[in-house]
Nanobody
Framework: QVQLVESGGGLVQPGGSLRLSCAAS????????MRWYRQAPGKERELVAT????????NYADSAKGRFTISRDNAKNTVYLQMNSLKPDDTAVYYC?????WGQGTQVTVSS
């Protein structure tokens, strides 16, 4: 059974950092590109970052460029999203997705 489990969200002050993790199981993780999305209250789900199966290429939304870094460890079946210089506009539920599966999401709140 394909499963994606996010963790690492929480409350952080503006300018702070968080590292999200997404643990995958039930499929051959190293064969699939992975993505992070986010959804803020009242807004559509937004693609934040993508990483290819081997981790050799990444893409970011304009809102994430220069502040967020997506990475993966295929030995651990885990994809990460390092988020720095966080802003209140980054407040959202963050989801990882791959192989047509979605995690349950992890809440990130940026507030003083």
């Amino acid at each position: 059974q394909v499963q994606l489990v996010e963790s690492g969200g929480g409350l952080v002050q503006p300018g702070g950092s968080l590292r999200l993790s997404c643990a995958a199981s039930g499929f051959t993780f190293r064969n699939y590109a992975m993505r992070w999305y986010r959804q803020a209250p009242g807004k559509e789900r937004e693609l934040v970052a993508t990483i290819t199966s081997a981790g050799s290429h990444t893409n970011y939304a304009d809102s994430a460029k220069g502040r967020f870094t997506i990475s993966r460890d295929n030995a651990k079946n885990t994809v990460y999203l390092q988020m720095n210089s966080l802003k209140p506009d980054d407040t959202a539920v963050y989801y990882c997705t791959g192989r047509n599966a979605w995690g349950q999401g992890t809440q990130v709140t940026v507030s003083s």
